[in-house]
């Protein structure tokens, strides 16, 4: 099995443990700058990493279901769904220095994929990290799509497993800031 690896982000000015089959985006197609996206090799499953814009009229559980609505009006989700919204130790993360609130929710979007007329119910798992000394919010999402949606499991794949809510955990726990000149002066 493919070990867990680091992975620098945002050139360098974050990294990250990424799971097993984890493929770069980028390396496909163009992701917007503020963007890191992930892919399995296997699945359809995906991580994303975003630099976003601290949305500072909103505060605590709040704040985490408005990024989620904002994700699924971007993605033209026809039902958003929050299953349970809670708040992250910050002792366990690797930002914790820096982060001053962390919210971990859990929801459905009913979204089509695209050139797709039939919109299915897709699970989202996001971690949202606010860093207000750098008016950030950054929101890390990990995209499970139902089971029928994922690509063949055959036994040639199987030493690629699909990912976990532990992987994901990993991902926004290790999490680590290198250089905070990626907020710009401060």
């Known amino acids: 099995m493919e070990p867990t690896r680091d ?3 945002f050139g360098g000015a974050f990294s990250a443990t990424l799971p097993p089959g984890a493929i770069d985006v980028s390396d496909l197609r163009p992701v917007p700058d503020h963007q890191e996206v992930f892919c399995h090799r296997v699945t359809d499953q ?3 990493v975003e ?4 949305q500072a009229h909103v505060q605590g559980e709040e704040a985490a279901r408005y990024h989620f609505e904002d994700v699924g009006g971007v993605q033209e989700a026809r039902a ?6 809670q708040p992250l130790v910050l002792e366990n993360l690797a930002l914790r220095g820096c982060c001053q609130e962390a919210w971990i929710l859990s929801g459905q979007q ?9 919109a299915k119910y897709v699970t989202l798992h996001q971690a ?3 860093l207000p000394q750098y008016q950030t919010d950054l929101l890390l999402t990990f995209n499970q799509p139902p089971p029928e949606n994922r690509s063949s499991l055959g036994p040639e794949n199987l030493s690629i497993p699909p990912w976990s809510l532990g992987d994901f955990e990993q991902l926004v ?6 250089d905070p000149n990626i907020f710009g002066p401060q």
């Open 7 to 9: 992975y620098p982000l």
């Open 46 to 48: 995906s991580l994303i």
């Open 173 to 178: 726990t290790s999490l680590t800031l290198h």
């Open 110 to 118: 009913q979204v089509a994929k695209e050139n797709q007329q039939v």
């Open 80 to 85: 958003v769904q929050v299953e349970t919204v």
């Open 51 to 54: 630099l976003l814009e601290l």
């Open 128 to 130: 949202l990290l606010r």
